[in-house]
Structure formats: C-alpha cells, structure tokens
C-alpha cells in the first residue's frame, strides 16, 4: 500500500526567505505527483503536476522536483510570502482511476 | 463556470439520521471522487466513480453509498450516521485518468455527528 509521508508538519519562518518542502512516497510505480495548497475552512487547489517521466515542474516562484527512484519530492518556495501561509499537500497517483494517496501536510506559516 | 460545487456547506446530523450529501461538476468530467479529511489522517478515499452509471469503492467506504446517475452529479449518502464520521468531505473531479491530468477540488462539506 503506498504510504506518503510529508516533513516537516509544520513549519514558520521570516518573510523573504526561501524554503523547502519534503514529501516521500514508499511506492516508486507513480503516475505522477502532485503538489496542492489548501487554506483554512477551503478546498484544495492544485499547484504543481508532475509526470513519473518528468524531473521538475515551476511556477511562478515554486519549483517541484521528483525522484522517482528514492520516492522523493520537494518543493522549493522562492522569496516567501505572508499569501504563501497554508497548507501544502503532496498526492501521488498510482495510474488507475482509484483517486490520490495524500501526505498529510505541511502547515506553513510565513511571518510578515 | 462554477467548477467544482458541494452542497451542503455545512451540516449537523444525530447519530443514526441519513443525509446526501452532492457533488456537481460543469466541466464534463468522466471521473468523480469523494474524499474525507480528518485531522492527522490527511485525506482518504471513500468512493469513486469512472463514468455515468458506475461507482467503485475506494479505501474507506464502509457506512457510505454513492451514486452517480448523471455524469455531472456524484452523490455520497450516509444511510446511519455514527460520530465516527464526523469530518470535512471534499468531492474532486478529472476528465481522464491520464498521467498529466490533475484533479478539481470542491470547497468541502463539514459534517458533524452527535
């Protein structure tokens, strides 16, 4: 059964700086990735996808990246911001149509 | 376009009422899912379906049924509520199941059970 494991839980820091983001996956067979922010009380909206054949996805200041071979992915977030306060989800999809395995998030808090 | 659309936001239930709980999409997406969020556990699968007509069970689907008689509608019942099912249930959409499709999230209905 795939696991997904995402560290740190929780984390704050100053504005302005760059941080990281970990996610780990027990199962290398992946679909893809993909990285979601959730604010409190709302749903989910998807940040980055990427494909198993693929090694990074960007956006605007957030970098993905994946390993697929020692089921890691990160997520680099540049120049933070006080809108940057949430929580990020890490899901990894196995290739059927059976939905998402979650990590259980990183809780984000960017002081201004 | 509305996307995404849950109904109710919010609701409170005793243990053992019923309650339907609907999911709508505009998109003309073939894929449907439910999800519950609870604190801790992240979010897990509950019910999911391919198409119009079909459901399939995912990792926690005992308590609940589904159906999906319209391809924009995907409905989640409870037929017996327990306050083991109090959560946040988030419905998700998709066209395909293909390597570069991402899913839609719904804002999410909070269901509490005395």
């Known amino acids: 059964k795939q696991e997904v494991t995402q560290i740190p839980a929780a984390l704050s820091v100053p504005e302005g700086e760059n941080l990281v983001l970990n996610c780990s996956f027990t199962d290398s067979a992946i679909y893809n990735l993909q990285w979601f922010r959730q604010d409190p009380g709302k749903g989910l909206t998807s940040l980055l996808l990427i494909q198993s054949s693929q090694r990074e996805q960007t956006s605007g200041r957030l970098n993905a990246s994946l390993d697929k071979s020692s089921g890691r992915s990160t997520l680099y977030i540049a120049a933070s911001q006080p809108g940057d306060s949430a929580t990020y989800l890490c899901?990894?999809?196995?290739?059927?149509?059976?939905?998402?395995?979650f990590g259980k998030g990183t809780h984000l808090i960017i002081q201004p | 376009n509305a996307g995404v659309t849950q109904t109710p936001k919010f609701r409170v239930l005793k243990t053992g009422q019923s309650m339907t709980l609907l999911c709508a999409q505009d998109m003309n997406h073939e894929y449907m899912y439910w999800y519950r969020q609870d604190p801790g556990m992240g979010l897990r699968l509950i019910h999911y379906s391919v198409g119009e007509g079909t459901t399939a069970k995912g990792e926690v689907p005992d308590g609940y049924n589904v159906s999906r008689l319209k391809k924009q509608n995907f409905l989640l019942g409870l037929e017996s509520a327990a306050p083991s099912q109090t959560s946040v249930y988030f419905c998700a959409s998709s066209y395909s199941a293909a390597m570069g499709e991402t899913q839609y999230f719904g804002p999410g209905t909070r269901l509490l059970v005395l």
């Open positions: 899901a990894v999809s196995g290739g059927g149509a059976d939905g998402l395995t």
